[in-house]
């Protein structure tokens, strides 16, 4: 049986959350671009509507959600607000690495303020000299009694000037590679921990930057899972962000399209709607219907991380063309709107720098064809 269609209750909070989208999200998100501002209340907003909780567990504050009904909630918040869509991402992705595998004292401790908005938690694993090849990072964290002792510097990483706690990857067995690698809840106020934010061209209320760890000083406890199986942790969650980044771009760019669309009914040249010349109306149904082939390929993807099969090449394929379209969808329609477009009165440019950065975050076009080359070409192939 194929069955495209979603759950009575999936089409209700798809309502609530395009209500609120429009109403409350919509007109404010230039503003915290403008203002540099990460806005923290609707951080708790979302957690008052059940989004930042989805991939939690009822026990510890969330809905425990499928993946599915996570998607719908990143198209529809990247409607409203791209840049918010990090809650959905980042809760998603940290919310079922921390249910997953952290012990219990860590997970009462910190999902129900993920779940509820109260905390923001980041994830770290880039570093200077070490990002799409990740297994190739050099922080460390050496056992020492009760605690672990982590050095090093983590770079471009979100969050992390507001974030109230990272899950940082440091190696724990250098000699190992990629298989030495563990995870560690930290808390940002721990001594020797310190961040600094960048200037970036977009996502700007995100606070992107770097993350600076001087012999700090974590409780054993605070390891999440097993030691030396932190890369194995983190590719698996990337397996649902890579889903969730495409859904939340093509959120973005169906808004942007959508707006484009009653422009260019409107605005007249040579005596005609702009729509009535195939010039202007065949590039809005190229990208209309490439965005919607990645939105199904997005769905695909969640339901088949739902239903327990293998999804790591669906989900590389979303990451890689989402975003891509999307930015290509929004330049178009930028240019369609002739040179308000072009102007901040729009939100049309802060979404294409917005949605450019997640071209890059959560691994870069090349990175996902590797995945994708390495399952249908063969893994005796791949570069690594
Ligand atoms: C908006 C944004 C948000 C981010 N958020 C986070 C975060 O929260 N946490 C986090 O840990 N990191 C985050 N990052 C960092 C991001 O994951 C890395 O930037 C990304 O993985 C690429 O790594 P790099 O920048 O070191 O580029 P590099 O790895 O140096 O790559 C540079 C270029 O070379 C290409 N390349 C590299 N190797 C190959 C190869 N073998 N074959 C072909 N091409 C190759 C890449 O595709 C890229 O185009 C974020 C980045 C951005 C822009």
Same mark, same amino acid.
């Not at 540099?36 to 806005?39: C, L, R, S």
């Given at each position: ?34 203002e540099?501002?990460?806005?923290r ?12 909780g ?5 026990? /510890? ?14 198209? *529809? ?10 809650a ?20 009462? *401790? ?15 694993? =880039? *570093? ?19 605690? /672990? ?127 009535t ?20 390929q ?18 590389? =394929? ?33 979404r ?15 990175a ?6 390495? *399952?249908?070409?063969?893994?005796? /192939?791949?570069?690594?």
């Open positions: 049986m194929v069955d495209f269609s979603f759950t009575d209750e999936q089409q209700q909070f798809r309502k609530i959350l395009q209500d609120f989208a429009k109403e409350e999200l919509l007109p404010n998100y230039t503003k915290w671009d403008r540099n501002i990460t806005p209340h609707l951080w708790r907003k979302l957690g008052e509507l059940g989004v930042n989805l991939r939690i567990p009822e026990e /510890y504050g969330g809905s425990g959600a499928d993946c599915v009904t996570t998607g719908i909630a990143a198209e *529809e918040i990247g409607r409203g607000d791209f840049n918010l869509t990090y959905v991402m980042l809760n998603g992705l940290v919310g079922e690495i921390l249910a997953q595998h952290a012990n219990s004292y860590i997970k009462n *401790e910190c999902l129900p303020q993920i779940a509820s908005g109260e905390k923001i938690v980041g994830i770290a694993i =880039t *570093e200077p000299s070490a990002g799409t090849d990740a297994g190739g990072i050099t922080s460390t964290a050496v056992r020492n009694g009760d605690y /672990y002792i982590l050095n090093g510097e983590k770079s471009g990483i979100s969050v992390a000037t507001c974030g109230d706690a990272f899950l940082i990857f440091a190696k724990t067995d250098p000699s190992k590679g990629n298989r030495g690698i563990s995870a560690f809840l930290v808390p940002s106020n721990l001594d020797g921990l310190s961040t600094k934010g960048y200037e970036d061209m977009g996502n700007i209320p995100v606070g992107r930057g770097s993350i600076y760890m001087h012999d700090v000083k974590i409780p054993a406890s605070y390891l999440v899972g097993e030691e030396n199986k932190g890369f194995s942790q983190v590719m698996n969650g990337f397996d649902l962000s890579r889903l969730l980044i495409g859904l939340q771009c093509v959120g973005a760019a169906m808004q942007s399209i959508e707006e484009t669309i009653e422009h260019v009914k409107i605005r007249h040249s040579f005596g005609k709607p702009l729509a010349y195939q010039g202007v109306a065949f590039p809005i149904v190229t990208h209309h219907t490439q965005l919607e082939l990645i939105k199904w997005a769905y695909r993807g969640l339901w088949l991380r739902d239903h327990g099969f293998n999804h790591s090449r669906v989900s590389s =394929t979303v990451k890689w063309l989402g975003p891509k379209y999307s930015v290509d969808a929004i330049h178009e329609c930028l240019l369609l709107n002739g040179h308000y477009g072009y102007t901040k009165e729009m939100p049309l440019e802060q294409l720098r917005d949605v450019i950065g997640l071209e890059i975050g959560d691994g870069t076009a090349q996902n064809q590797m995945v994708i080359a390495k *399952e249908i070409i063969g893994k005796e /192939y791949r570069c690594y």
